[in-house]
């Protein structure tokens, strides 16, 4: 998550290909319906569900998803209540992975997460076996059009944050777990919006990969991990070589 790496790039512009697809949707459903299940789903008094769906309004969710999920997550659809789960992994050569899911049919998602991993050169791996391997962090990103720079560290740093990461598309703001709504707020208050405000898994030493074949092989797991319906979010200690960049896009 260095914010420099060309597959922090890839993962960046499969974000917003998402988001064209409507699968950013779907994620904003699914956490919308999380947190309404948690907490209820009056966003005055549950901070995640307001959180979930100021992240969905700013992709442009349907007003009718966003209500279709809370009343999901309240039970007012009836079916099957959507439960969140980790799983953990390896994939090719080692590469560490954390796969968060929302699901209302928890057999199925295990044997479909297994069945991705053994058929692409991984393996589903006990929790904790690599979790160790990640720091657990809040994660804010704007869009960098029209802010400059200078401008949002200094309003994220007096809010609490504790590093801020900026290129020409967006600038990351990280913070400690406990810390991620209130530098939120404190954003949205100066006048920012953030396109998107969650808590991630931030790899300790990232694992590099300098083979073209493996680097190929842990992209294609990764995307289908992602691509699965009822995932939320992918975490991997992935990096490519420098040498390997050109090449990617061959």
């Avoid at 006990?126 to 029209?146: H, N, P």
């Avoid at 919006?193 to 990969?209: F, G, N, R, Y």
């Amino acid at each position: 998550m260095s914010g420099h790496n060309k597959w922090s790039k890839v993962k960046h512009i499969k974000a917003r290909v998402d988001a064209i697809k409507g699968r950013v949707f779907s994620k904003c459903a699914h956490e919308i319906a999380l947190a309404a299940r948690a907490g209820g789903g009056d966003p005055s008094s549950n901070a995640r569900l307001r959180s979930a769906i100021d992240v969905a309004k700013a992709v442009s969710t349907p007003r009718e998803n966003i209500e279709r999920a809370i009343k999901k997550g309240t039970g007012e659809l009836g079916g099957e209540a959507i439960q969140e789960v980790t799983y953990e992994g390896y994939g090719p050569a080692g590469i560490a992975f954390i796969i968060e899911m929302a699901t209302d049919n928890l057999n199925r998602s295990a044997a479909d997460l297994r069945s991705i991993f053994t058929k692409n050169g991984g393996s589903i791996a006990t929790l904790g076996s690599v979790s160790y391997q990640f720091d657990r962090k809040g994660e804010i990103r704007l869009a960098a059009a029209d802010l400059p720079a200078d401008h949002i560290i200094e309003a994220a740093i007096e809010a609490g944050a504790d590093d801020v990461q900026s290129d020409s598309d967006e600038h990351l703001i990280l913070t400690s777990p406990n810390e991620l709504g209130t530098v939120a707020n404190a954003l949205r208050q100066a006048g920012f919006q953030p396109a998107s405000e969650k808590m991630v898994s931030v790899p300790q030493i990232p694992s590099v990969v300098s083979d073209l074949a493996i680097a190929r092989q842990v992209i294609k797991l990764y995307e289908l991990l992602d691509d699965y319906p009822d995932t939320l979010n992918v975490f991997t200690n992935f990096e490519v070589a420098d040498e390997l960049l050109d090449q990617l896009d061959a």
